[in-house]
């Protein structure tokens, strides 16, 4: 039997592609652990539904059905060879339609359905009362109540990419009335008595084909998304899944990798890892889905973007100009300034280490270790003088800016030690002041900056986050949002991913 393919379609694109973020939970048996988790709802469920059936019909009609061919004995007329062709259906209805978790997959069902069909019809006979044959031809519309199409789709892991498998597809047609324009009184009775049953067929075959090409097309397409996301030319977001998807009463739970490697490189840093909790924390009533984002995952972008030597910078302009000239330094270090008399400077800084990042109850500890090698301009020669390392202790606030991750930090303290000096020891105190003014002048302002451009979440184009709520709790960031579905989108190119 048949039923509408592209009914199907959107709803499994978005749970697979447009929230690639997502390992499940615990309760997963897998060799490897996933560090970012979807839930996708009931609500979320609803909502695929509803994008579902507005793309379907707009992208199924019209759907022509094959000729049907007939010959009938009729009494008095005699055998009445009979077509109908250019049977089309140009619009389709649905009063009532759900999405439901089932024991194998996922079940989609719309009844109640009406559709609307054109078709041309064409008759022919020959009689002993006649030398020719009789034949005319006209056209005809039709109506279809009563129409109940479903289909369940199994979702597996393979290889870690997602494959479809078509479970079940059913159509039926309960009532169909045909209204003949012109034609001889006999023939509306013997096209609804001889035709009848073959227009219901033909229906059901002719969805039921559609169907299995657009599914098959799907699974193509999933096949041959990415295992990894480039987020530019140094790193790139690992998005295999690592277990088949888990399907319960009201949601869908997927999980993936998803740490950082360097762009060309596929190894991601050991971490130790017990898996994420078997819990819901989006308040009632629930979002549409879920994200749950291990620190692991920040982590293992920091230490990407370490290796890669992105973390430095040097500082020549500040807003207060003269604590980059020695002047501004001669009474907290008096011999800088008596070798380098008025000689400009810069600061060199460095992260000596990789930042750690820590996710607590409302917040995120970031220790950031820091190397500030002063440099003195010295008859156009850049001479490095003393180095001084610095603990920062900051917090970092998570926000969503449409579908990325931003955030925003903030100084919380930090420590300060000489690591080396070219012009004697160093009165710390006094240089921590000056420290403390580039921290929050110059290196917090820089690294907010750059926490605007922010971590894409790899949401396929075409839908976007809506009315989303962040909040950090036991190690994860977690993101409670609905989803919004901009019209006209091709399901079956090639996706991209906002950045």
């Known amino acids: 039997m048949g039923c509408f393919s592209k009914f199907l379609s959107p709803p499994i694109l978005f749970i697979f592609l447009s929230l690639l973020l997502a390992p499940t939970r615990t309760h997963l048996q897998s060799s490897e652990e996933g560090y970012i988790s979807v839930v996708v709802s009931d609500r979320g469920l609803d909502f695929v539904k509803s994008v579902l ?34 049977i089309t259906i140009y619009s389709v209805n649905i009063s009532t339609s759900y999405a439901k978790i089932g024991d194998t997959g996922v079940v989609l069902v719309a009844s109640g359905a009406t ?30 109540e009563g129409m109940e199409v479903g289909v369940t789709i199994a979702l597996e892991d393979q290889g870690g990419m997602i494959k479809l498998c078509l479970l079940d597809c059913g159509s039926s047609v309960k009532d169909i009335s045909i209204k003949l324009d012109g034609g001889a009184s006999w023939l509306y009775q013997v096209v609804v008595e001889a035709f009848g049953g073959q227009i219901r067929s033909a229906i059901a075959d002719a969805i039921s084909k559609k169907t299995r090409e657009e599914i098959t097309k799907l699974d193509s397409l999933l096949q041959s998304l990415p295992k990894e996301i480039p987020v530019n030319n140094v790193a790139a977001l690992n998005v295999t899944f690592v277990s088949s998807p888990v ?20 190894k991601v840093p050991n971490y130790d890892h017990k898996g994420l909790q078997a819990s819901t924390y989006c308040n009632t009533p629930a979002k549409m889905v879920e994200i749950a984002i291990h620190e692991n995952v920040l982590n293992s972008a920091v230490l990407v973007y370490f290796n890669a030597n992105y973390m430095h910078w040097l500082v020549d302009k500040v807003p207060d100009q003269l604590l980059l000239n020695t002047t501004g330094w001669r009474y907290i270090v008096p011999k800088l300034y008596k070798l380098y008399p008025n000689d400009e400077m810069n600061l060199n800084l460095s992260v000596s280490y990789p930042p750690v990042i820590k996710i607590l109850k409302h917040d995120i500890d970031v220790i950031v270790y820091l190397d500030v090698v002063i440099n003195v301009l010295d008859s156009n020669e850049v001479v490095p003088v003393a180095c001084i390392s610095l603990v920062i202790s900051t917090s970092l606030t998570p926000k969503i800016l449409a579908n990325n991750l931003i955030g925003s930090i903030r100084l919380i303290n930090f420590s300060a030690s000489l690591k080396w000096s070219n012009i004697g020891n160093l009165h710390m105190q006094l240089v921590q002041s000056i420290m403390s003014t580039l921290l929050k002048t110059v290196f917090m302002p820089y690294v907010n900056l750059r926490l605007l451009r922010g971590f894409p979440l790899p949401i396929v184009h075409g839908f976007s986050l809506q009315n989303a709520e962040i909040f950090c709790i036991d190690s994860r960031v977690v993101i409670c949002s609905d989803v919004a579905f901009k019209e006209h989108i091709e399901f079956y190119q090639k996706p991209t991913y906002y950045s």
Do not use: C
Request: aromatic share 6%; hydrophobic share 45%; no cysteine.
């Open 53 to 86: 059936i507005s793309q379907a019909i707009s992208s199924i009609i019209p759907l022509k059905l094959t000729d049907i061919e007939k010959s009938k004995k009729i009494p008095v007329v005699g055998t009445v060879q009979m077509v109908l062709s250019n």
């Open 115 to 144: 559709a609307k069909l054109s078709m041309n019809w064409k008759y022919s006979y020959g009689t002993w009362l006649l030398p020719i044959a009789v034949s005319d031809s006209g056209s005809a519309s039709v109506l279809v």
């Open 247 to 266: 399907l319960r009463n009201s949601s869908v739970e997927l999980e993936i990798n998803g740490l950082f490697s360097a762009s060309s490189d596929t």
